[in-house]
């Protein structure tokens, strides 16, 4: 944004130079640069547009950062009515896109050239110089930081002849507005307009419209002086592709204060420039216009910046800015500072908006880098990252790649194999599109996906991922969600895949010292068993077709997981294998099976394996299971009879237990 330097040096004579002018922004407020002629420009931040998009923020911003008192600001006081000649209804029909709209009528102005030092300045900041009127206007603007708009009194409408009417209104569907040059715009009922009884009159907030313009031939004018919701006017300027300074304005966010002060220095400069008298004055204002009050410890802004301040400075620094400042205690004796912010001042809400105040005016350079003074100590133990490490580095060395997916997912994602329910599942109010709908409630469709599209490529497929999944707390009338980290390993395309992933869990959960894992079928849905140990449901595992798929709380892995290893001693005596096979009924579990016959001799039964699996047309209804049982003493030698009764016992038990056929 262009600004005049001349302009400047008549508010704060103080300066010295426009180079001098622009390093002191540059170093405590905004990027500046030198431009051609008298002008200089300045990159405003989004935020600043209320209080620095003018000649006058500009100029309080140079006096506080080169620590100059005399500022000549020329604030206006509201001017005196002259005349009773207008008749003016004023009406807002949008208040929430409209929050104050002021007007004053003028009469008996001088339509013709402005001032040679006017037009110079307006010239040297981007504008063009039109007439008194309109020039007034951009200048007060300027100043300011308030648009404003001249409409011919003469021409608008209202009810009946002996008044007239100004609206603020959304703009009807077909209608238009022939702008000022003579570009015509159709119009949309969300954008806003300012329109008389019968027309719209202006493109509220961005351009105005050439039915009421103000010619050399006007004798009255209304000054409009409106403060406009941002995203409306923002809106409006990208769908019909038309940018201006007031939409620039606007489109930021202004201060409804501002509508006062930028309306009365106008009508100052038409009495003095114009020869207007002042007439009917109307201000709508929507809602109240409070200040921001900030209070907080004064020992804060010392340990933000991490350097002490000088009381006094401080005082100075805020003083210069426009801040009122009150020092309160409270019962126990803690210092505080009540700090109301400039009226103008949108950006400043909270304690380290005042301190980020007090830091650029003071110098970013004064404070100096001190490292800081901490004590070294052990880090705390982090279980489960540590389980996360010692699980990705099992799983890569038995063959495992490591996917990471998504956390958001579709409801189509929920797949049977999962066994989870819709319910269970976290919603996003607004998600980005229906494939990311809500929160994952399992990684488990997450790597059937990632199953279907390397399926094509590759013949078995075994991947894993460890990530955080979502679940709605179980208390009622909660919004409150539920995270987890889980860590989820699949093997496709063996038709043995399950007994693999059954294998990798029970050896992985070794690994990471959970001991006594059991495996126990869970009921109801798809075929899945449930992982336990020491009493506690760490996760379980599901299959389908040529797929199986293991999901574990890592979480609950870290809570059971010991670092303890013990050692024993190498056996010194050998042991004894004996295989034994037999036809059972196909109903049932292999698992029973196996617990059952370790369970027979306990202080002789090292091992039972499962050796081979058979089930087809020639047993119909029976599956062949071999077992190999494996035996050892730890103070003898076993011999071939102890280890017969053994085996006896075992066969025995079979038949009588699960009717068992020995082969």
């Not at 992933?501 to 009921?523: H, P, S, W």
């Not at 020491?534 to 870290?558: F, H, P, Q, T, Y």
Request: with cysteine.
């Amino acid at each position: 944004m262009k600004f005049s330097y001349p302009l400047i040096k008549k508010l704060i004579p103080g300066v010295k130079s426009k180079r001098e002018l622009i390093e002191a922004l540059t170093m405590h407020s905004f990027e500046a640069e030198d431009a051609r002629g008298d002008a200089f420009e300045v990159s405003l931040p989004p935020n600043r547009y209320s209080d620095a998009a003018s000649h006058w923020g500009i100029a309080r911003e140079a006096a506080a950062t080169l620590g100059l008192k005399k500022i000549k600001i020329p604030l206006p006081t509201p001017s005196a009515r002259e005349s009773d000649f207008a008749k003016l209804r004023v009406k807002v029909a949008d208040k929430t896109s409209c929050p104050r709209y002021s007007a004053q009528c003028f009469e008996n102005v001088r339509v013709g050239q402005s001032p040679a030092w006017m037009q110079k300045i307006l010239e040297s900041c981007g504008l063009r110089a039109i007439n008194s009127v309109v020039d007034i206007m951009n200048y007060a603007m300027l100043e300011t930081g308030q648009p404003l708009h001249a409409f011919d009194y003469d021409k608008l409408e209202g009810k009946d002849r002996r008044s007239k009417m100004l609206m603020v209104r959304r703009a009807k569907k077909g209608e238009r507005v022939v702008s000022l040059d003579k570009t015509q715009y159709f119009l949309t009922p969300e954008m806003l307009v300012i329109a008389d009884a019968r027309r719209p009159l202006a493109i509220a907030g961005i351009k105005g419209g050439i039915s009421a313009e103000v010619t050399p031939k006007t004798k009255r004018i209304i000054i409009e002086s409106a403060n406009f919701e941002s995203t409306s006017i923002y809106r409006t300027s990208r769908i019909l592709n038309l940018r201006t300074d007031a939409s620039q304005r606007f489109s930021h966010g202004l201060s409804p204060r501002l509508t006062a002060v930028g309306l009365d220095r106008a009508a100052q400069l038409l009495q003095d420039l114009a020869g207007a008298h002042a007439g009917l004055h109307v201000d709508i204002l929507s809602r109240s216009l409070p200040r921001a009050k900030i209070i907080f410890e004064i020992d804060k802004i010392s340990k933000l910046l991490g350097i002490e301040i000088p009381k006094q400075e401080i005082a100075e620094i805020l003083g210069s800015l426009g801040f009122t400042l009150k020092e309160t205690k409270d019962k126990q004796g803690k210092r505080f500072l009540e700090c109301l912010a400039p009226a103008f001042r949108l950006d400043v809400s909270v304690p380290e908006d005042i301190v980020e105040e007090i830091a650029r005016i003071y110098g970013y350079q004064k404070i100096r880098p001190v490292p800081p003074s901490v004590s070294l100590r052990v880090p705390e133990q982090d279980r489960v990252f540590e389980t996360k490490d010692a699980a990705r580095s099992f799983l890569a060395g038995v063959g495992f790649d490591e996917v990471y997916n998504y956390s958001m997912e579709g409801t189509n994602d929920q797949l049977p194999i999962t066994n989870n329910k819709q319910s269970e599942t976290v919603r996003l109010e607004n998600p980005i599109s229906n494939e990311f709908s809500q929160l994952r409630s399992s990684l488990v469709s997450g790597l059937m996906k990632n199953i279907e599209h390397n399926g094509k490529f590759f013949d078995e497929v075994k991947i894993f991922e460890i990530g955080r999944v979502f679940s709605p707390k179980k208390q009622k009338k909660s919004d409150e969600v539920e995270e987890k980290t889980m860590l989820a390993f699949t093997v496709s395309g063996k038709k043995e895949s399950f007994f693999e992933v059954k294998g990798i869990a029970q050896a992985l959960l070794e690994r990471l010292g959970v001991g006594d894992t059991d495996f126990k079928e869970i009921k109801g849905g798809s075929p899945s068993l449930g992982v336990w140990s020491s009493r506690e449901l760490l996760g379980m595992l599901v299959w389908a077709d040529d797929v199986s798929v293991a999901e574990l709380n890592v979480e609950k892995i870290a809570e059971l997981a010991s670092k303890e290893v013990r050692y024993r001693e190498i056996p010194k005596f050998p042991s004894v294998s004996r295989d034994t096979s037999f036809l059972v009924s196909a109903k049932e579990k292999i698992g029973a099976v196996i617990d059952m016959v370790s369970s027979i001799g306990a202080k002789l039964i090292r091992r039972v394996d499962l050796v081979d699996e058979y089930r087809g047309d020639k047993w119909p209804g029976l599956q062949s299971l071999t077992l190999r049982v494996t035996f050892r003493a730890d103070d003898r030698t076993l011999t071939s009879e102890e280890v017969d009764r053994e085996m006896k016992k075992i066969t025995d038990l079979l038949q009588k237990k699960f009717k068992a056929k020995l082969r």
